[in-house]
């Protein structure tokens, strides 16, 4: 039987799980059924269950902790490495301002509702056309995630805040983005070969960190290379390896921020 593994084409992940997927470390007989999908869309899916396995917001996750227990490797949390809420230089935003964001269950929008809770004329679109619809005149603003951090200012945007360094002076802690969770109701025995697989997963990606070059170039699409190797360094770092207390405190508050239980959600 195949576990279903998803997560986004984006390089970050597609770095850390290139090892598991082609067998470049002992799965431990585990088999995984790849599911390619954006953030949001993996959002709602965990709603669904549909997942044995997934990345996913750590906002969604509060959603679903019921059915999903967090996995210690795989996570998404530094610093420097936030959402941005870009415009173009000459717009003024007012509390009527549509804003463009990567998804209503996005850790993203989370913080921006923590920031500018007045700003609530949102637009969900995906991610990667955000930029888009700003230049367009679409939207007053939009919130941005992964490679568009690298090439907003080229296209000449502007930022309106830095949500991620907004979130470290509020808290001193790492920004947690996204995680990997498995499903409670799978056989203990699973889950523990899941938790130590991912592990050695992501500590061959730092140890070979060429070995998944096709596997991310296949699917960053038209990323430049330069943009590629920013987003992984930004995205992947000690506390995708393990947490750590550091980076659990970190977690822990965003639950509480959202009015959730820390109790129970991590996978031991």
């Given at each position: 039987?195949?576990?279903?593994?998803?997560?986004?084409?984006?390089?970050?992940?597609?770095?850390?799980?290139?090892?598991?997927?082609?067998?470049?470390?002992?799965?431990?007989?585990?088999?995984?059924?790849?599911?390619?999908?954006?953030?949001?869309?993996?959002?709602?899916?965990?709603?669904?269950?549909?997942?044995?396995?997934?990345?996913?917001?750590?906002?969604?996750?509060?959603?679903?902790?019921?059915?999903?227990v967090?996995?210690?490797?795989?996570?998404?949390?530094?610093?420097?490495?936030?959402p941005?809420?870009?415009?173009?230089?000459?717009?003024?935003?007012?509390?009527?301002?549509?804003?463009?964001?990567?998804?209503?269950?996005?850790?993203?929008?989370?913080?921006?509702n923590?920031?500018?809770?007045?700003?609530?004329?949102?637009?969900?679109i995906?991610?990667?056309?955000?930029?888009?619809?700003?230049?367009?005149?679409?939207v007053?603003?939009?919130?941005?995630?992964?490679?568009?951090?690298?090439?907003y200012?080229?296209?000449?945007?502007?930022?309106?805040?830095?949500?991620?360094?907004?979130?470290?002076i509020?808290?001193?802690?790492?920004?947690?983005?996204?995680?990997?969770?498995?499903?409670?109701?799978?056989?203990?025995?699973?889950?523990?070969?899941?938790?130590?697989?991912?592990?050695?997963?992501?500590?061959?990606?730092?140890?070979?960190?060429?070995?998944?070059?096709?596997?991310?170039?296949?699917?960053?699409?038209?990323?430049?290379?330069?943009?590629?190797?920013?987003?992984?360094?930004?995205?992947?770092?000690?506390y995708?390896?393990?947490l750590?207390?550091k980076?659990?405190?970190?977690?822990?508050?965003?639950?509480?921020?959202?009015?959730?239980?820390?109790?129970?959600?991590?996978?031991?």
């Amino acid at each position: 039987m195949k576990l279903t593994l998803g997560f986004s084409p984006c390089p970050n992940d597609t770095f850390i799980f290139d090892a598991l997927v082609h067998h470049k470390i002992d799965t431990e007989g585990l088999k995984f059924e790849v599911v390619f999908a954006d953030v949001e869309q993996l959002n709602k899916w965990a709603f669904q269950g549909k997942l044995d396995i997934t990345k996913l917001s750590y906002n969604a996750f509060t959603h679903c902790v019921n059915d999903y227990v967090l996995l210690d490797s795989g996570s998404a949390l530094g610093s420097n490495c936030g959402p941005l809420l870009i415009k173009k230089p000459n717009t003024v935003l007012t509390k009527e301002s549509k804003i463009a964001i990567p998804g209503k269950y996005t850790t993203a929008n989370m913080l921006l509702n923590i920031a500018f809770p007045e700003n609530q004329n949102k637009v969900e679109i995906l991610f990667s056309e955000i930029e888009n619809h700003v230049l367009e005149g679409i939207v007053d603003a939009g919130l941005i995630i992964h490679e568009s951090r690298f090439t907003y200012k080229e296209k000449g945007l502007y930022k309106v805040s830095d949500l991620g360094e907004f979130w470290e002076i509020e808290t001193a802690l790492p920004i947690p983005l996204g995680g990997i969770v498995m499903k409670r109701e799978l056989p203990l025995s699973e889950q523990n070969k899941i938790a130590r697989v991912l592990r050695k997963s992501v500590v061959y990606a730092f140890a070979n960190p060429n070995s998944s070059a096709d596997f991310v170039k296949y699917h960053s699409q038209e990323m430049e290379k330069g943009v590629v190797d920013a987003h992984i360094a930004l995205y992947v770092n000690d506390y995708s390896i393990s947490l750590g207390e550091k980076g659990r405190r970190a977690v822990e508050l965003l639950f509480k921020k959202s009015g959730h239980s820390f109790e129970n959600i991590l996978f031991n």
